[in-house]
């Protein structure tokens, strides 16, 4: 890794950088701005919400249990035209682990802490500043100043192809446990103590709330969603579950959405799937010879299933890079591998909208 030789604020704590992930870049439109963080519609849930503790990183809940990232779907009608959308994912092609080690740097990483100073920021494109969220400078000079560490996490490390997907996430652990700000960049560049972060788009989530982004606006992923709530993450592995759904690509997607998505990055077919499209393991899908890890991931598939994301390599589930998995990414992307998208099922949460796209 590259010495950028940094301040670090007091108490900052941050993960080492590692990347891999190859979905395509999210294609951005226009919006109007809006406060940051907020604007769009609540993604509340009429599912049954996490009965256990929500998700939790660095103190942090991972948003409300109702929030539809934590919902069991386990019971949820079929989509109506899930049928229709899985012939057109590659229903014969096999799972794989997007994610590894840090020193393979595979995987999307991620930092946390607190008390940073607020660093104004430079769109490379011009979706950037109609798509993503304003927090104005003090000195009211940007309107985008946000509070992440020049020495956060680029996945694939600062070395890393200035065309990839370069994604930052930071999570401010200020108002822990219930009120924390996860920020997401995309394609983020390395920053200087001069000029800042520089990206296609910033995107704030306040984790204590279940409002959406604005409807036709991006993210770090195509969808308008959030990466991190969807990373398979370590610890949580370790733990023996997890409690949320897990984000997942295909290559071709259709142009509409499902929330909690806001956005889309497809085509005119509707025969296609839509982002934010959930799917979970059919039920009768035998897990009684999977053990370890696999068997964690495989048990969450099915209580709260997947969410498509992001277009990129078809059935690519994403996760954090960490050391941790050196042991056991053998045997995962072996595994997992033997899972099909055949194995699925799409389930209704919601109409397919388009709206300011």
């Given at each position: 890794?590259r010495?950028l030789?940094l301040?670090i604020?007091?108490?900052l704590?941050?993960?080492?950088s590692?990347?891999g992930?190859?979905?395509?870049a999210?294609?951005?439109t226009?919006g109007?701005?809006?406060?940051?963080?907020?604007?769009?519609?609540t993604?509340g849930s009429?599912?049954?919400?996490?009965s256990?503790s929500?998700?939790t990183?660095?103190?942090?809940?991972?948003?409300?249990?109702?929030n539809?990232?934590n919902?069991?779907?386990?019971?949820?009608?079929?989509d109506?035209?899930?049928?229709?959308y899985?012939?057109?994912m590659?229903?014969?092609?096999?799972?794989?682990p997007?994610w590894?080690t840090?020193t393979?740097?595979y995987?999307?990483?991620f930092?946390t802490g607190?008390g940073?100073?607020?660093?104004?920021m430079?769109?490379?494109v011009?979706?950037?500043?109609?798509?993503?969220d304003p927090?104005?400078c003090a000195s009211?000079?940007?309107?985008?100043?946000y509070?992440?560490p020049?020495?956060?996490?680029?996945?694939g490390?600062?070395g890393?192809?200035?065309?990839s997907?370069?994604h930052?996430?930071?999570?401010?652990?200020?108002?822990?446990?219930?009120?924390c700000?996860l920020?997401e960049?995309y394609?983020?560049?390395?920053p200087?103590r001069?000029?800042?972060?520089?990206?296609s788009n910033?995107a704030?989530?306040?984790l204590?709330?279940?409002?959406l982004?604005?409807?036709g606006w991006?993210?770090?992923?195509a969808?308008?969603l959030?990466?991190?709530?969807g990373?398979?993450r370590?610890?949580?592995v370790?733990?023996?579950?997890?409690?949320?759904?897990?984000?997942?690509?295909?290559?071709?997607?259709?142009?509409?959405?499902?929330?909690p998505a806001?956005?889309?990055?497809?085509n005119s077919?509707t025969t296609?799937?839509?982002m934010?499209l959930r799917?979970?393991?059919?039920?009768?899908?035998?897990t009684?010879s999977?053990?370890g890890?696999?068997?964690v991931?495989l048990?969450?598939?099915?209580?709260?299933?997947?969410?498509?994301?992001?277009?990129?390599?078809n059935?690519?589930?994403s996760?954090e890079?960490?050391?941790g998995?050196a042991?056991?990414m053998d045997d995962?992307v072996?595994?997992l591998?033997?899972?099909h998208?055949?194995?699925f099922?799409a389930?209704?949460t919601?109409p397919?909208l388009t709206d300011?796209?």
């Amino acid at each position: 890794m590259r010495d950028l030789q940094l301040p670090i604020a007091l108490g900052l704590l941050l993960v080492l950088s590692c990347g891999g992930s190859k979905a395509s870049a999210p294609s951005g439109t226009g919006g109007v701005s809006g406060s940051a963080g907020s604007g769009g519609t609540t993604g509340g849930s009429t599912g049954t919400p996490n009965s256990g503790s929500v998700p939790t990183v660095a103190g942090c809940h991972i948003f409300p249990a109702d929030n539809p990232w934590n919902t069991d779907i386990s019971a949820y009608a079929l989509d109506p035209n899930g049928a229709t959308y899985l012939a057109n994912m590659s229903p014969t092609t096999g799972f794989h682990p997007d994610w590894g080690t840090v020193t393979d740097e595979y995987g999307i990483p991620f930092s946390t802490g607190t008390g940073a100073t607020p660093q104004p920021m430079t769109w490379n494109v011009d979706y950037g500043a109609t798509d993503s969220d304003p927090l104005p400078c003090a000195s009211g000079g940007n309107k985008f100043c946000y509070p992440i560490p020049l020495t956060a996490a680029i996945e694939g490390g600062p070395g890393a192809d200035t065309g990839s997907d370069r994604h930052v996430l930071y999570i401010d652990t200020a108002g822990a446990p219930n009120n924390c700000t996860l920020y997401e960049l995309y394609n983020a560049q390395n920053p200087t103590r001069t000029s800042g972060w520089t990206a296609s788009n910033g995107a704030i989530f306040h984790l204590g709330s279940d409002a959406l982004r604005t409807a036709g606006w991006t993210s770090a992923d195509a969808a308008g969603l959030p990466i991190l709530p969807g990373l398979v993450r370590y610890d949580e592995v370790m733990a023996g579950e997890i409690r949320h759904a897990i984000r997942f690509t295909v290559q071709r997607s259709q142009q509409g959405y499902i929330h909690p998505a806001t956005h889309a990055a497809g085509n005119s077919s509707t025969t296609l799937p839509p982002m934010g499209l959930r799917m979970r393991l059919k039920a009768s899908f035998d897990t009684s010879s999977f053990s370890g890890p696999t068997l964690v991931i495989l048990t969450a598939m099915k209580k709260y299933g997947i969410i498509l994301a992001d277009n990129g390599s078809n059935w690519y589930i994403s996760g954090e890079c960490n050391e941790g998995w050196a042991d056991y990414m053998d045997d995962l992307v072996s595994n997992l591998h033997s899972l099909h998208g055949s194995d699925f099922e799409a389930v209704n949460t919601g109409p397919v909208l388009t709206d300011g796209l």
